[in-house]
Every structure is written in structure tokens, then in C-alpha cells.
């Protein structure tokens, strides 16, 4: 029984010791889980293998990282200072320290130093590290001051053997007084910096001072200090810095104890006992000699990636997902030592890495396609040709159309071909006469709605006169009357733009197979606007302008029924200060009997066509030349035998009670037919009238 308590005793004091070395262990590696492989981290920095964080997990003593406070640092061989390190890269052979501002102060009183000129840049004793030559400068501050950085002097016991001059660097900081240094300027006044020579391992930091007597006033102390480029830019308050600024310092490390080993001696000693191991140890690794300094480094060997240092380290690097690091323009391949870019067969490429593949076409092919490729040259020439020709003749159009004339006027714009070419196809036409086609669409990128009229004939006369008949009709701006957008000139006759009407015409309105009810107040209003439009061009234009071809087809009606004018430009417009007479395409069935008679268009004229449009607004019945205008005929025998009128009146008026409304719209229709010219009334009194009896017939 004795026995068996003493056996769990013992057992106890083993697993007690057990679990005081397990947590000794972890105390030591601050917390983290170490392999001998890596890698670890230590406050969010990477720490790869061959470096390491405790005991076992780094190559040897020169690769040994603590992990203080969070912060992964190098311990000096005096074991007392602690230099923070990071950034560590296996590729490059690389890491970041921060490094303390050495400095050298003197007594103001008896000039003395006090402190010790030369200090030692002790990283570790083991060879590891030397400063990067093409990372940093070496910086001097102060006045009448020389500050070097060397490497450290060989010593066998006490006796020191020698310095090796050649690794060697400094320069002279000058000072002639305290407005002598400038922030940023550090070519020698108070500030002088240095490049750094290679193979610095070891290194040590000195100063040789001049006469300071006058200077310990402003500038009472040295300071020398290597910076990363770029880290460091001159400040003439820095002639008093703090002692404790640190700077950071790019350092490259190497493999190698006591930096004797090259790649040949290590892969040589590699199974030497009383050697290090060679480090290279991944099967896809190469060896290289240390650029600065003694020592190797590893790399992976190309078309891998990782760390060299550890088995299986290096990774095959699949270059064909890498498009912008591993240019190919033909098929890419991926392999083991890299990667292959090369063309399909049948076609080739002078370099398809950066140049596409291009097909192989046996001679004959080649000469089918050098035909084809002539013949289409021959054809672009052709058409080039061609479109020169158009273009040429398209600026004869124009200058002919008055083109340069009418590109000076502010509210009329001048449409090239391009802008209508969609808009003048069959499936756009809206209608059709004599005088051309009418197209309905949108140009370029606007919401608004426009009808394009291209004429099929113009005499020559009309053209001559074209610029000044557009300028004029580009000022009658009237709520009942179409307004004019523009106009195309690059065509032999010139296509007008004029807002789009979208209710149709009058005509349509009628008698087309669009035709809706209308009462007598909505005639009255029609006939009264139409009116009011038509005396706009008489007598409220700078010039008077005469319509000609007055009819139910050109008054147009948006979809309130407000009525618009149109189609009274081109070969209608007519300065009648001049006395011109002409030959006016109308339609015959409208046409005043006077001007057939005499061909002297006055606005007596218009009154008489718009008399038989009011007729055929009150009866519905479609007036018509062919069979000797029965309408107008029937109309004027019935109201010269005082018969009823009223029976050829719409159907839809039979409900009107006021007969003495329509018997003095009646007789203002008879007015406006008299072939007496002088007896006819003048368009504005047309408009008060027919006002009266549309306010009269909504009061019914």
C-alpha cells in the first residue's frame, strides 16, 4: 500500500515537471505555437524561416527574432539593447531596423566630448547582416565635423590587426554660423549624406571635429546615422535632436556563420560534421553568392515561388493565370521550369510573347488574298472617290440653295444630310401630294417630334428665291401657324423641318377615314384660329405675305383641335410691295376665279379660298373642280333664289336652334365669295366676326 502512494507520487512530480517545462517553453516563444520550419508572426509582422521566434524554430543564433511587447525585435550581443525589425523578404534578401541617431555633444565651456566618439552598429556577432548598399545614405549633422562609417577593426586578443580602408565611408558637415544650414539642403552645410560601399559587416560610427568654439551656440552637438532613401529630408532644427530618434535602415542578410561560407564552400561542407548545413534545402532551389558582403542566399529556382530554406519550399508558379506578369499572345502553357507561349499550327508569330499569331498561307493563298486585298484598295479608292464627289457637289447644292445666306440667321437651323437620312424612309411617311412627301421622326437626340417635307419639284425661279423666302417665313412665329425648325440645302431641291402637327389636317378631319364628330362652337373655333392665323401674314409680318393655296389639307390640328397654317412657303411666299405676279400651283377646286382671270394674287384671294374651306367646314361635303364645283355651285344657287341653305348643312348642325347664328355665318361665307374683290372683307374682319359668334354660340 506504502508502495503504491509512493508510485503516484513520483508520477505526480513528473507531470508537474512536465507542465512547468511545457509552459517554460511557451513563455518563452511569447505565446506562439513554433515549428523549426516556420513561419510565425509576432504583432501582425511575417516572420519566415531561416528566421525564427524561439529556441529551435531558426536556422541559428544570427536568425534569432524576439518577439517583445509585440513588436519582433533583434537582441545586440550586449543583450541590453533591442532593435526592432521587420518587413523580412526571402526574395530580396531583405529586412527593415530601426537604428538610433548616434551623436557626439560637447562641453560649451571646455570644448570637450561628452561622450565616446565611436560606437559599433551591432545588429548580431554573427555576420548576418550588412547595410544595404542601394537602400540607404549615411548622413552626417553638425558644424566643422567629419563623420564616418567603417567597418570594425579585426582585433586577436588585445592587438588589433588592422581596418580594412576600403569599406569605408563619410563626409564633412560645415557650418560658417547659424543661418548658414537651409531645410532640405544637405550638399555639405550643416547636413552632408554619403553612399554606401559594399561589405560593411560589423560596422562602426566615428567623428573628427574641427574648431567648434563658435559654433556650440547653435550647433553644440554631431550626429551620424544611416536612413533608408527616402526616409529622411533635412530640417536645420534637427543640429539639436532628440538622442532617441530612431531611423529606418535597410539592411540584406546571408547565410553563412561568421560570413565565410560561399554557395561552393557550403554545398562543398554540406555533409562536413563540423560545418553548418548547407540551407538551400528545397529540391527547386538555387544557390547564390551574397552580393554585398560574405555569405550565400537562396532562391527558388524560376517558374517557382516560396522559401527556398524550407523542404518543399519552392512552389511551381502557374504562369499561364498570371497574364499581366507572364505576357503571351498565343497558347500558354505551364511547366515545371516556367512556362511555353507558342502559336497553333498553321500560324506564327516573330515573338508571341508580345506580338499575336498570325495565320501561315502557302504562296498561292497569299497571292489569292494580295488580289482581293488590291481589289479592295481599288474599291476604297473608288468610293473615296466617290464621296468626295458627293461632298463636292453637296457644297454646290448649297451655296446654290443660299446656304451661306442663311447659315447668318439666328433661328433657323441648317440640317446636314447625315441628321435626316433616318427619318426620310417609306415606313416614315405621313403624306403624299403634289407638292413632295412628308416624313414624321426624331433627329439626333431629341424628344421632339419634327415633319420633314422634300419637295419633288422647284422651278428655278424658286430656287433663286429660296434663302429669302426662308428668312421670312423664319419670322412668322404664330400660335396658328406651322413653325419652320429649319432646312437641308446639300440637295438639289431643299428639304424643310417644320414642328410636327399630330392630329392631321383639316381635310383628314372631314372627310378622311379619320374624321370625328364635330359641334358648331368647335367649327366656330377651328374657322375663327384659322382666320387669326392667316391675317397674322397679312398685315402683322414686316412684309406681307400671301398664302396661295388656302385649303381644309393645309390647316393642321393638334390634338386640342388649335389649327395651324401651313405649307405657304417655297413657291407661295409673295412681297407684294412688288407688284409680282406669278403662276401659283394650288389646287383648283379653292382657287379665286379673279386670280385665274387676271394672275394678280392679292390677299383678296386668300379671303375667297378660305370662304370655300368655311363651306366646307359648315356642310362636310368635299369641294371639288372636277365636276364644275357642284358644292360651290349649289351653294351660291340656293342663297341667289333664296332657297334654304341650311339643307346642305352637316347632319350633325340640324340640333343648332340659333338659325340666326347660321344664317350670318352663312352670309359671311357668301361675302367671302362675292366676285366683286372689293366687296370681299378683309381677313381681320373675318377674325372679330366669326370670335363674335363663337362666344355667341357657347353662351347657347
Request: charged residues 20%.
Amino acid at each position: 500500500m506504502e508502495r503504491g502512494a509512493a508510485a503516484v507520487l513520483v508520477l505526480m512530480s513528473w507531470l508537474l515537471l512536465f507542465l512547468l517545462l511545457l509552459a517554460r517553453t511557451t513563455t518563452a516563444a511569447d505565446g506562439l505555437n513554433v515549428t523549426a520550419d516556420g513561419p510565425h508572426r509576432c504583432g501582425g509582422e511575417e516572420i519566415p524561416y531561416p528566421f525564427g521566434i524561439g529556441e529551435g524554430s531558426y536556422r541559428d543564433d544570427g536568425f534569432e527574432i524576439i518577439c517583445r511587447a509585440g513588436m519582433p525585435v533583434l537582441a545586440t550581443t550586449s543583450n541590453d539593447t533591442f532593435i526592432p525589425i521587420g518587413n523580412i523578404s526571402i526574395l530580396n534578401a531583405e529586412a527593415v531596423v530601426m537604428l538610433r541617431v548616434r551623436s557626439r555633444c560637447y562641453n560649451t565651456t571646455t570644448g570637450e566630448p561628452t561622450n565616446d566618439s565611436y560606437t559599433n552598429l551591432e545588429f548580431s556577432d554573427k555576420g548576418v547582416y550588412r547595410i544595404s548598399v542601394y537602400g540607404n545614405y549615411f548622413y552626417v549633422l553638425g558644424c566643422n565635423t567629419i563623420g564616418y562609417l567603417r567597418t570594425k577593426e579585426e582585433t586577436k586578443g588585445n592587438d588589433t590587426t588592422g581596418t580594412d580602408n576600403s569599406k569605408f565611408t563619410g563626409c564633412l558637415a560645415y557650418c560658417a554660423n547659424s543661418e548658414s544650414a537651409e531645410d532640405g539642403s544637405c550638399v555639405g552645410v550643416g547636413c552632408c549624406k554619403a553612399e554606401i560601399p559594399k561589405d560593411l559587416v560589423d560596422n562602426m560610427l566615428g567623428f573628427t571635429s574641427y574648431n567648434l568654439t563658435d559654433k556650440y551656440n547653435f550647433s553644440s552637438c554631431d550626429y551620424a546615422f544611416l536612413a533608408e532613401r527616402g526616409s529622411y529630408e533635412f530640417r536645420t532644427a534637427d543640429l539639436g535632436m532628440d538622442f532617441g530618434r530612431e531611423m529606418p535602415v535597410r539592411l540584406n542578410w546571408a547565410i553563412g556563420r561568421d560570413g565565410h561560407h560561399t554557395c561552393a564552400q557550403a554545398y562543398a561542407n554540406e555533409r562536413d560534421s563540423d560545418s553548418e548545413a548547407y540551407a538551400c534545402i528545397s529540391s527547386d532551389s538555387i544557390c547564390l553568392d551574397s552580393p554585398n558582403g560574405p555569405g550565400y542566399i537562396c532562391r527558388c529556382r524560376e517558374g517557382y515561388e516560396g522559401n527556398p530554406y524550407i523542404h518543399g519550399g519552392c512552389i511551381n508558379i502557374d504562369e499561364c493565370r498570371l497574364p499581366d506578369k507572364y505576357p503571351c499572345k498565343a497558347t500558354c502553357k505551364d511547366s515545371l521550369n516556367g512556362y511555353t507561349c507558342t502559336c497553333p499550327k498553321h500560324s506564327s508569330s516573330p515573338n508571341p510573347f508580345n506580338q499575336t499569331c498570325n495565320p501561315d498561307f502557302p504562296i498561292f493563298a497569299q497571292g489569292i488574298v494580295g488580289s482581293i486585298a488590291g481589289l479592295f484598295i481599288i474599291a476604297i479608292l473608288v468610293f473615296l472617290g466617290i464621296l468626295h464627289k458627293e461632298k463636292k457637289k453637296m457644297e454646290a447644292f448649297f451655296k446654290k440653295n443660299g446656304g451661306p445666306t442663311l447659315a447668318k440667321v439666328n433661328n433657323i437651323k441648317i440640317f446636314k444630310m447625315e441628321d435626316l437620312k433616318n427619318i426620310l424612309k417609306a415606313s416614315n411617311v405621313i403624306g403624299k401630294g403634289g407638292f413632295g412627301m412628308v416624313y414624321k421622326g426624331i433627329i439626333g437626340d431629341s424628344s421632339q417630334l419634327v415633319a420633314v417635307k422634300r419637295p419633288i419639284n422647284v422651278n428655278l425661279a424658286d430656287q433663286e428665291q429660296f434663302a429669302n423666302e426662308i428668312i421670312i417665313q423664319s419670322r412668322v412665329i404664330h400660335r396658328n401657324i406651322v413653325n419652320l425648325i429649319g432646312c437641308c440645302l446639300e440637295v438639289d431641291v431643299p428639304i424643310l423641318v417644320y414642328e410636327f402637327v399630330p392630329k392631321g389636317s383639316l381635310h383628314d378631319i372631314l372627310h378622311g377615314s379619320h374624321r370625328v364628330p364635330l359641334d358648331l362652337n368647335l367649327r366656330l373655333q377651328i374657322a375663327a384660329e384659322s382666320a387669326e392665323g392667316l391675317a397674322y401674314m397679312h398685315s402683322k409680318t414686316a412684309t406681307t405675305i400671301l398664302h396661295g393655296d388656302v385649303k381644309p389639307a393645309n390647316i393642321l390640328l393638334d390634338d386640342n383641335f388649335v389649327p395651324k397654317i401651313s405649307d405657304f412657303g417655297i413657291s407661295r411666299l409673295i412681297a407684294t410691295d412688288k407688284q409680282h405676279t406669278r403662276n401659283v400651283i394650288g389646287d383648283m377646286s379653292y382657287m379665286d376665279p379673279v386670280y385665274l382671270q387676271t394672275g394678280l394674287l392679292t390677299n383678296k384671294s386668300d379671303v375667297y379660298s378660305f370662304g370655300v374651306v368655311l363651306l366646307e367646314l359648315i356642310t362636310r361635303k368635299k369641294a371639288s373642280h372636277s365636276d364644275n364645283n357642284s358644292l360651290l355651285m349649289n351653294f351660291l344657287d340656293a342663297y341667289k333664289n333664296n332657297k334654304s341653305v341650311i339643307e346642305l348643312l352637316d347632319k350633325e348642325l340640324e340640333v343648332v336652334q340659333d338659325l340666326e347664328l347660321l344664317d350670318g355665318l352663312v352670309g359671311l361665307i357668301k361675302q367671302c365669295l362675292n366676285l366683286d374683290v372689293d366687296q370681299r372683307p378683309e381677313m381681320n374682319d373675318l377674325v372679330e366676326q366669326l370670335r363674335y359668334m363663337e362666344k355667341r354660340c357657347k353662351r347657347k
